[in-house]
C-alpha cells in the first residue's frame, strides 16, 4: 500500500519562507510526476508546481520566482521552498503523486497526501 506522508506547514508571516516535504512511502516500483497543489475552502484545487521524472518543472504564474519544487528520487521525496509568502498563498497543500506501485500494472495510479496547512498571516 502507498501513501504520501507531508510534513513542513506552518503559520508565517509575510514575506517568509516555509518548505514543505512529501515522502512516498510503501510498495513503489516506479514514479513519475510529483508535485504539489492547494486549495482553499470554496475553491478548486489548483497546480502550484509539478515535477515529471526526466522532465522540465512547471509552476503556476502565481508562485514563479518564489517558490522552487526539488525531488530526490532515491528517498521518493518532493520539496517545496516558498519563499517571499504572501497572505494570498494561505491554503491546504497536497503533495500528489503518479505512480507504479508494481511492475505488473500497466497503468499508474494517482495519490494524494492529506493535506498541510500553510497560513500567511501577520
Known amino acids: 500500500q502507498v501513501r504520501l506522508v507531508e510534513s513542513g506547514g506552518g503559520l508565517v508571516q509575510p514575506g517568509g519562507a516555509l518548505r514543505l516535504s512529501c515522502a512516498a512511502e510503501?510498495?513503489?516500483?516506479?514514479?513519475?510526476?510529483m508535485g504539489w497543489y492547494r486549495q482553499t475552502p470554496g475553491n478548486q484545487r489548483e497546480l502550484v508546481a509539478r515535477f515529471p521524472s526526466g522532465g522540465s518543472t512547471n509552476y503556476a504564474d502565481s508562485v514563479k520566482g518564489r517558490f522552487t519544487i526539488s525531488r530526490d528520487n532515491a528517498k521518493n521525496t518532493v520539496y517545496l521552498q516558498m519563499n517571499s509568502l504572501k497572505p494570498e498563498d494561505t491554503a491546504v497543500y497536497y503533495c500528489?503523486?503518479?505512480?507504479?506501485?508494481?511492475?505488473?500494472?500497466?497503468?499508474?495510479?494517482?495519490?494524494w497526501g492529506q493535506g498541510t496547512q500553510v497560513t500567511v498571516s501577520p
Open positions: 510503501g510498495s513503489i516500483f516506479r514514479v513519475n510526476t
Open positions: 500528489n503523486a503518479d505512480l507504479f506501485p508494481n511492475s505488473r500494472i500497466r497503468s499508474s495510479y494517482i495519490y
